[in-house]
């Protein structure tokens, strides 16, 4: 059975460690538009016209990290937006915990499938080294399937992530999502009567 056809809400929330394949999730959903905290934090650090430019940047600098308020109202402005405009969404990667899950519910009534895509740390670390992006539009690929170094659509060439291309970050941002709250965030929408769906991808990207 096709993961769609599993799924009976018209948006998705999206759960799962660093190289679980989240991005190859959301592409098999076109009607759907990805809703990303570390995308769009990635996109506002360039943006120079956006009020959060200057302390995005300094966090980024001084922390390696934005703070949670930070992620938490770039995602909700956004989903407020596509919201306003009836439009379909996959929220990436948020919420982390059950503070940021509270404030979801409470800021607008959830009408979404809960998917966790669950990796092990040694498969993530494997995925990750192999994983580039071309800078202009973000987007990420895997240097064991993507034929193409330039990209058809912003022209740029593929580059590593910053915040992965060692073992030793890959293993910080795993450490940094082994502290939040899956387990609680899982439980408390299941509370809420929301279908929660976890599929093993250790041995596929679906």
């Given at each position: 059975?096709?993961?769609s056809?599993?799924?009976?809400?018209?948006n998705?929330?999206?759960?799962?460690?660093?190289?679980?394949?989240?991005?190859?999730?959301?592409n098999?959903?076109?009607?759907?538009?990805?809703?990303?905290?570390?995308?769009m934090?990635?996109q506002?650090?360039?943006?120079?016209?956006?009020p959060?430019?200057?302390?995005i940047?300094?966090?980024?600098?001084t922390?390696?990290?934005?703070?949670?308020?930070?992620?938490t109202?770039?995602?909700?402005?956004?989903?407020?937006?596509l919201n306003?405009?009836?439009r379909?969404?996959?929220?990436?990667?948020?919420?982390?915990?059950?503070?940021q899950?509270?404030?979801?519910?409470?800021?607008?009534?959830?009408?979404?499938?809960?998917?966790h895509?669950?990796v092990?740390?040694?498969?993530?670390?494997?995925?990750l080294?192999?994983?580039?992006?071309?800078?202009?539009?973000?987007?990420?690929?895997?240097?064991?399937?993507?034929?193409?170094?330039?990209?058809?659509?912003?022209?740029?060439?593929?580059?590593?992530?910053?915040d992965?291309?060692?073992?030793?970050?890959?293993?910080?941002?795993?450490?940094i999502?082994k502290?939040?709250?899956?387990?609680?965030?899982?439980?408390?929408?299941?509370?809420n009567?929301?279908?929660?769906?976890?599929?093993?991808?250790?041995?596929?990207?679906?």
């Amino acid at each position: 059975m096709s993961i769609s056809s599993r799924v009976r809400a018209k948006n998705f929330i999206l759960l799962g460690a660093p190289g679980a394949g989240k991005s190859t999730f959301a592409n098999l959903f076109q009607r759907h538009v990805p809703v990303s905290a570390g995308w769009m934090i990635r996109q506002k650090a360039r943006d120079t016209t956006h009020p959060l430019f200057k302390e995005i940047n300094y966090q980024l600098k001084t922390n390696a990290k934005v703070d949670e308020s930070i992620a938490t109202f770039l995602v909700l402005e956004r989903l407020k937006e596509l919201n306003s405009q009836k439009r379909l969404w996959l929220l990436d990667g948020f919420p982390r915990n059950l503070h940021q899950a509270r404030t979801l519910k409470d800021f607008m009534p959830l009408r979404a499938t809960v998917v966790h895509l669950d990796v092990d740390q040694k498969t993530s670390t494997q995925r990750l080294l192999n994983r580039c992006l071309y800078p202009f539009c973000l987007e990420n690929y895997n240097l064991l399937t993507r034929k193409f170094n330039f990209c058809d659509r912003c022209n740029t060439e593929l580059s590593k992530r910053d915040d992965d291309d060692s073992i030793e970050k890959i293993r910080q941002r795993w450490e940094i999502y082994k502290q939040h709250d899956l387990a609680g965030v899982k439980e408390y929408f299941r509370k809420n009567n929301m279908s929660v769906i976890t599929i093993d991808v250790n041995h596929s990207f679906f």
